[in-house]
């Protein structure tokens, strides 16, 4: 099958309702998200292609509001809803009652713009399939690298979009944490820094285990392959396990270790990974630290694209959802208005391994040849250093299936006291 057989047709939007007068926007939502797209559409009411007002916002708590909003809030739905708004900005996050108020605003023919990749991973297809039956768009920009405006683009321009892989950084959270570990501090001390700066949530579980970057993987796979796959489908790993060995590890060995989410078109067959890899050294995305996020779309044979910016914060976040209302109004569509088939997933064979040993280790030489026996070739080492328990070691191999090196290190474990960490090696999209 080829990368252009998931080209979909270009879909008729109806213009809507009330064209020339003031759109009405209803919130959904006035957080930290919400509460900036409200200041920005105040600042900005009358710059696109209609004049727009915010008719109130749906939050939780309607009594004690910090907020200087002229607009009113409302605990009620019904109440938010009436009179009807032109649009509605779904940021509420989490899947209920986001997923309800949007298919309720789509089965009216309302358009609707979210930032809410958890609402559009899981339940994509139905929310897309609401919309393709009333005609209203429904526009997901600011749910993948918020402030890197690519995913409309990309689906209006199925040549540019014909790509067979996908390879992001797309949790800030988590990159910030290897960035600062990399740099000394201990997982715990780089949380406590990116809370105190705003990088992480209160609760940045989904960011640390992978899920937030799962669910942006199943999003983009939906835009790119028309897949639908679910989030529990990805193979999803977290970044609490790495410690600064591990990273300085990479290190010596040319590299550095990113937090990563993998999309493979092959054939008709797909691949999905997410979690911490190797990244060489000379690939452009092991520069990309911090807060950062970045996007590479490869295609077999060609010079890769790369796009990268920042991928959350309220401003940035509220540009982008803003920018999605303005395509509405000026007729814009759905992005990937098409319903979405699911893909055969197969593993995730990468292009080699990084391992990390530690503990009672055997010399060098040895270990090698025990690997050697099942196929697992090492094209770099580290020098071995003392550590607790032992030494430690980390090595760079060829590649080889996922079974032969689990089989290689069981083998190990069952000769010697160790512990061992895999990741897999990102391949270098072409430079
Ligand atoms: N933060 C970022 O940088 C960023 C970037 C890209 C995308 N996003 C996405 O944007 C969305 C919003 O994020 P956020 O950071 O603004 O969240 P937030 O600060 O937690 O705000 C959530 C808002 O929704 C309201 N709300 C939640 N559940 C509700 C319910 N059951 N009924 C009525 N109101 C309810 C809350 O009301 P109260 O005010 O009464 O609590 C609050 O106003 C999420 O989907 C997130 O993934 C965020």
């Known amino acids: 099958m080829s990368v252009l057989d998931a080209i979909a047709p270009p879909v008729e939007v109806p213009p809507i309702a009330g064209a020339g007068r003031e759109a009405r926007v209803a919130l959904l939502g006035h957080g930290l998200i919400g509460s900036a797209v409200s ?109 890197v405006p690519f995913l409309g683009t990309f689906a209006a321009r199925p040549l540019a979009a014909a790509v067979n892989r996908v390879v992001a950084i797309a949790n800030g959270t988590s990159n910030y944490l290897l960035t600062r570990i990399a740099e000394g501090l201990s997982f715990a001390a780089a949380l406590d820094e990116a809370q ?62 990113k937090p990563v989410a993998v999309a ?43 796009f990268s910016g920042p991928g959350a914060g309220p401003d940035v976040t509220a540009r982008t959802v803003v920018d999605d209302v303005f395509e509405i109004l000026a007729g814009g569509a759905s992005i990937r208005p098409q319903p979405a088939h699911r893909p055969t997933l197969r593993q995730h064979r990468p292009s080699g391994w990084f391992i990390s040993l530690g503990g009672s280790l055997p010399e060098t030489a040895e270990i090698a040849d025990l690997f050697g026996a099942y196929g697992l070739w090492a094209k770099r080492w580290s020098e071995p250093r003392p550590s607790t328990g032992g030494r430690t070691v980390a090595l760079l191999t060829h590649s080889c299936s996922p079974a032969a090196v689990d089989a290689a290190i069981a083998r190990l474990k069952s000769v010697a006291a160790i512990d061992a960490m895999l990741l897999p090696v990102l391949e270098a999209g072409r430079e």
Request: aromatic residues 6%.
């Open 39 to 147: 200041r920005l559409l105040r600042t900005i009411a009358n710059r696109g292609p209609r004049p727009l007002r915010v008719t109130g916002a749906l939050v939780r708590n309607t009594r004690v509001r910090t907020d200087d909003a002229p607009h009113p809030f409302f605990a009620s739905p019904a109440a938010l809803f009436e009179p009807a708004p032109d649009v509605v900005i779904e940021l509420l996050g989490g899947l209920e009652p986001a997923r309800t108020l949007v298919l309720d605003a789509l089965g009216r023919g309302i358009p609707v713009v979210t930032a809410n990749k958890r609402l559009v991973a899981a339940h994509g297809d139905e929310l897309v399939r609401a919309a393709a039956r009333s005609g209203a768009a429904f526009r997901y920009e600011a749910s993948v690298i918020a402030g």
């Open 196 to 257: 105190r700066l705003g990088f992480a949530e209160t609760d940045p579980s989904r960011d640390i285990d992978g899920s937030d970057a799962a669910d942006k993987l199943a999003v983009l796979a939906r835009t790119f392959w028309g897949w639908s796959v679910r989030p529990n489908d990805i193979s999803t790993t977290g970044v609490s396990r790495l410690g600064a060995i591990e990273l300085s590890l990479a290190r010596e060995i040319a590299g550095s270790i």
């Open 264 to 306: 493979q078109q092959i054939g008709g067959n797909g691949s999905l990974f997410v979690g911490p890899a190797f990244v060489a050294a000379g690939d452009p995305l092991a520069s990309i630290d911090g807060v950062l996020n970045a996007i590479r779309l490869e295609r077999t044979g060609e010079l890769p694209l790369l």
